[in-house]
């Protein structure tokens, strides 16, 4: 195992505690109220912003087992007839947007469908699901359909009505090839249908295939991750995204490690995990990859895009459907409700289906895509000028001098890039770009 010298930071220190690490959003999710919420309702009846980049976020709740360290809003217990009351809630919700002045003349130029587990819907539920909905809100102008896969749920049949019905990027919830870890950390797949579906999905003809790896699963160690990359390697998927362990709270690791009156996970060290993922990046490299984020790695960047995360951590405005989904639409952030009855309910009275939002300042909206575009390694001086009238070296000058001095940044041009060393670690950098009264906050 190659041997690089990973540092530890002020956040995560060595040991995995439990919470959330990892930023997906500003500001912080704990900042998002009831208040707001009157805000979406205002946006939606305001004029359409016209050709400005629109997505749909669509969430399938549904399982086939809870993930030991899933903090997700799934179900495991649902029926035939709870399905069928969501997918009819869902369309509900769908229809209520297509009909807003806000979306007037406006289509989706991507759809992401998350989980949960989408393929967890059988082939007739899906066809029938994106039939509705694109004769809801056309997809004929989509860059993008991502649909994120659980192995042990495809089979031919349900393949081929993917594929048909639009989707692009096949996104497989591989997280390991060995058996014993797999069901150690309570994946319902096991490693054959892995290979099993990757062929089938290479078979019927998908181009953009990702696969999902976690470092530092329970009792992961470096020989079962060194050939986790080997087996990775063979398969030769078009993209790679591999995840560093963390354990939030509502998770079955950390139930456990309460009982057990434990402060420390027991997975692995922060330092570990990016060791690991450094050997995974170099030998990626070194088969022809190029690394395009913090996690991900892809085999020919000028064809593989992930359209999803570079239109939304670029300002795009996202429908979100579904229980607990989290959508943004014009600055405004914005969360459902976070219960299958709850949510379902109140589509079917027509009763406001939002539980808390927040309606971001102009700053706020400059800090956010600022840092989310950091997770891409790399950030740009002239696009924050043009979009936001913010000199970076004028206001960022003397942090950026300080993380210079510590081997973090590099500077070409107009382009200001991570070290691989800090890009494995920027999420705990990240927060010295949050404004003061969001500094010391809760992310969640």
Same mark, same amino acid.
């Given at each position: 195992m190659q041997e690089t010298e990973i540092k530890p930071d002020r956040h995560t220190k060595e040991k995995t505690k439990v919470g959330n690490y990892f930023v997906s959003n500003y500001p912080p999710f704990s900042f998002w109220k009831e208040d707001?919420?009157?805000?979406?309702?205002?946006?939606?009846? $305001?004029?359409?912003? !016209?050709t400005e980049p629109l997505g749909i976020y669509y969430h399938v709740p549904f399982c086939r087992k809870r993930c030991h360290f899933c903090y997700f809003r799934v179900y495991t217990d649902k029926n035939s007839k709870d399905v069928r009351r969501y997918l009819s809630a869902t369309m509900k919700e769908l229809k209520q947007y297509a009909d807003a002045p806000y979306f007037k003349d406006r289509k989706p130029k991507f759809v992401y469908f998350g989980g949960g587990t989408p393929s967890y819907l059988s082939a007739q539920q899906l066809a029938e699901l994106t039939d509705q909905m694109k004769a809801i809100i056309p997809w004929d102008e989509a860059e993008e359909v991502t649909f994120e896969c659980e192995p042990g749920t495809l089979t031919e049949k349900k393949l081929e009505a993917i594929k048909n019905f639009g989707v692009t990027r096949l996104s497989l919830g591989v997280e390991n090839f060995d058996d014993h870890i797999l069901e150690t950390n309570g994946r319902a797949h096991r490693s054959e249908k892995v290979y099993t579906a990757y062929e089938l999905a290479r078979k019927i003809g998908f181009e953009n295939i990702n696969i999902d790896l976690i470092a530092g699963m329970l009792e992961e160690t470096d020989e079962n991750w060194s050939e986790c990359i080997d087996r990775t390697l063979e398969l030769e998927p078009d993209c790679v995204t591999i995840y560093q362990m963390e354990v939030p709270f509502n998770t079955t690791i950390y139930k456990n490690m309460k009982e057990a009156g434990r402060l420390s996970a027991p997975v692995a060290d922060w330092p570990q995990k990016r060791q690991w993922v450094t050997e995974a990046f170099s030998r990626l490299e070194e088969a022809g990859y190029s690394i395009t984020s913090t996690c991900t790695a892809v085999k020919n960047p000028e064809t593989t895009k992930f359209v999803y995360r570079d239109r939304l951590w670029s300002g795009a405005d996202m429908i979100a459907l579904g229980v607990a989904s989290f959508g943004h639409l014009g600055g405004i952030h914005y969360q459902n409700l976070t219960h299958f009855d709850q949510y379902c309910e109140a589509m079917e009275n027509s009763t406001p289906v939002i539980r808390r939002a927040l309606m971001t300042t102009e700053e706020e909206r400059f800090?956010?895509?600022f840092i989310l575009q950091w997770k891409l390694g790399k950030v740009n001086r002239e696009y924050f000028e043009k979009k936001f009238d913010v000199d970076l070296e004028?206001? +960022? &000058?003397?942090?950026?001098?300080?993380?210079?001095?510590? !081997?973090?940044?590099?500077?070409? !041009?107009?382009? +200001? &890039?991570? $070290?691989?060393?800090?890009?494995l670690r920027v999420d705990s950098k990240l927060h010295d770009l949050f404004l003061p009264q969001h500094q010391d906050s809760r992310y969640v």
């Open positions: 707001d919420i009157p805000c979406v309702e205002s946006m939606l009846n $305001s004029p359409t912003p !016209g800090i956010r895509e004028e206001r +960022y &000058g003397k942090l950026f001098q300080n993380w210079k001095e510590m !081997g973090d940044l590099i500077k070409d !041009g107009d382009e +200001y &890039g991570l $070290s691989r060393d800090a890009l």
